[in-house]
């Protein structure tokens, strides 16, 4: 993240806004560990209970639901 707002030139105010969409538990702490959103998908061996226990702010069954996640991801953090 650190390297991408660099190169980029990207100004973050906000880091709840890099969302973090993955299908393991490693996902959901990565994004947690940067104070991001988490979207857990249950396409690989992590069930969306376990996504949910590790800390998922949403979970669902796969990106194909990307308009729905976008949808709920906009509710859950203000972007500007």
């Known amino acids: 993240i650190r390297q991408a707002k660099e190169r980029y030139h990207i100004k973050l105010e906000n880091p709840r806004e890099v969302v973090i969409i993955g299908d393991s538990i490693h996902d959901v702490e990565s994004a947690h560990h940067i104070k991001g ?7 690989g061996h992590t069930s969306g209970e376990k996504l949910r226990a590790a800390g998922a702010d949403l979970v669902f069954p796969g990106v194909s639901h990307y308009k729905e996640i976008v949808a709920q991801v906009d509710q859950l953090v203000s972007f500007k």
């Open 37 to 43: 959103t988490s979207v857990g998908v249950t396409t």
